[in-house]
C-alpha cells in the first residue's frame, strides 16, 4: 500500500473492500441458478467462492496480526471500537468456515438443495461482511491514518499480497480493477513497477477476461 503526504494510503483498503462486495454478493443468485445435478458449474462457483474467502481470511488474519494490536495501543480511547471489529471478525469466520464446508459439498453433488443450503450462508455471510466493512471504512480507516505508520501500514499490504497464489495475481488484480472506480483504478495503476503494467496489459487482461467469463458466463464490461 502507498501512502499519501507521510500517511497511509487507505484508499486501497476500500478497493479491496469493494472486491469482496461485490463477488460475494453475487454468489447466492449464481449458485441458486445452478441446475440440479450440474457437478461442473457448481465446482466453478465453489471454486471461486473458495479463493475469496481465502483471501478474506488472510485480509482478517492480517489485521487481527498487524492492525488491531497497533490501533489498541496507541488509540486506547477507541479500545471499544477494535474490541467490536475483533468480535466481528470472530462472527465472519465462522461463517467464512460453514461455506467453505457447504461449498465442497455443493461442488461434489451440484444438487439444488445442496446449492440452497450454501446461498443460505453466503446471504449471512454478506450481512455480517457489509456491516463489519462499512464499520471499518467509517471509523477505523480514520484512525489508521492518524497512529500507524507507512513501514507498518506496509507490512499489512505486503501480508495481504504474499497470500495470493502468484498465477493468480493478475487475475485478482483485474477482479479490483473491474470494481474500482476511475480514480481507483489511476490508484492502482500507479503502484505497478513498468513491467507488471506491460505484463497487465500483454497477459493479465485477458487471463482477468477469460476467469471472469467462467464466473459470469460474459466477460467484463469496462
Given at each position: 500500500?502507498?501512502?499519501?503526504?507521510?500517511?497511509?494510503?487507505?484508499?486501497?483498503?476500500?478497493?479491496?473492500h469493494t472486491?469482496?462486495?461485490?463477488h460475494?454478493?453475487?454468489?447466492?443468485?449464481?449458485?441458486?441458478?445452478?441446475?440440479?445435478?450440474?457437478?461442473?458449474?457448481?465446482?466453478?462457483?465453489?471454486?471461486w467462492l473458495?479463493e475469496?474467502?481465502?483471501?478474506?481470511?488472510?485480509?482478517?488474519?492480517?489485521?487481527?496480526?498487524?492492525m488491531?494490536?497497533?490501533?489498541?495501543?496507541r488509540?486506547?480511547?477507541?479500545?471499544?471500537?477494535?474490541?467490536r471489529?475483533?468480535?466481528?471478525?470472530?462472527?465472519?469466520a465462522?461463517?467464512?468456515?460453514?461455506c467453505?464446508?457447504?461449498?465442497?459439498?455443493?461442488?461434489?453433488?451440484?444438487?439444488?438443495?445442496?446449492?440452497g443450503t450454501?446461498?443460505?450462508?453466503?446471504?449471512?455471510?454478506?450481512?455480517?461482511l457489509?456491516?463489519?466493512?462499512?464499520?471499518?471504512?467509517r471509523?477505523?480507516?480514520?484512525?489508521?491514518?492518524?497512529?500507524?505508520s507507512?513501514?507498518?501500514?506496509?507490512?499489512?499490504?505486503?501480508?495481504g499480497?504474499?497470500?495470493?497464489p502468484?498465477?493468480?495475481?493478475?487475475?485478482?488484480?483485474?477482479?479490483?480493477?473491474h470494481?474500482?472506480?476511475?480514480?481507483?483504478r489511476?490508484?492502482?495503476?500507479?503502484?505497478?513497477?513498468?513491467?507488471?503494467r506491460v505484463?497487465?496489459?500483454l497477459?493479465?487482461r485477458r487471463?482477468?477476461a477469460?476467469?471472469?467469463?467462467q464466473?459470469?458466463g460474459?466477460?467484463?464490461?469496462?
Amino acid at each position: 500500500m502507498t501512502t499519501t503526504a507521510n500517511r497511509p494510503q487507505t484508499e486501497e483498503m476500500v478497493i479491496v473492500h469493494t472486491l469482496f462486495r461485490t463477488h460475494l454478493a453475487a454468489l447466492p443468485d449464481l449458485v441458486t441458478a445452478v441446475p440440479d445435478g450440474d457437478r461442473s458449474r457448481a465446482a466453478d462457483l465453489a471454486g471461486w467462492l473458495s479463493e475469496l474467502l481465502t483471501g478474506l481470511h488472510h485480509h482478517h488474519v492480517g489485521e487481527d496480526e498487524l492492525m488491531w494490536p497497533v490501533l489498541a495501543s496507541r488509540a486506547p480511547q477507541d479500545r471499544a471500537l477494535v474490541l467490536r471489529m475483533e468480535e466481528q471478525h470472530s462472527r465472519i469466520a465462522d461463517l467464512v468456515a460453514g461455506c467453505h464446508r457447504e461449498g465442497a459439498a455443493f461442488a461434489a453433488s451440484g444438487r439444488r438443495t445442496d446449492g440452497g443450503t450454501l446461498a443460505a450462508t453466503l446471504s449471512d455471510l454478506n450481512d455480517s461482511l457489509a456491516e463489519h466493512l462499512s464499520d471499518e471504512e467509517r471509523h477505523v480507516l480514520p484512525i489508521v491514518r492518524e497512529v500507524m505508520s507507512v513501514d507498518e501500514w506496509r507490512a499489512l499490504a505486503d501480508r495481504g499480497n504474499a497470500s495470493i497464489p502468484k498465477e493468480r495475481r493478475l487475475v485478482f488484480l483485474g477482479f479490483m480493477l473491474h470494481t474500482a472506480t476511475p480514480e481507483q483504478r489511476d490508484l492502482l495503476m500507479t503502484q505497478l513497477p513498468l513491467p507488471a503494467r506491460v505484463v497487465w496489459r500483454l497477459v493479465g487482461r485477458r487471463d482477468f477476461a477469460r476467469a471472469y467469463r467462467q464466473i459470469y458466463g460474459a466477460g467484463p464490461q469496462w
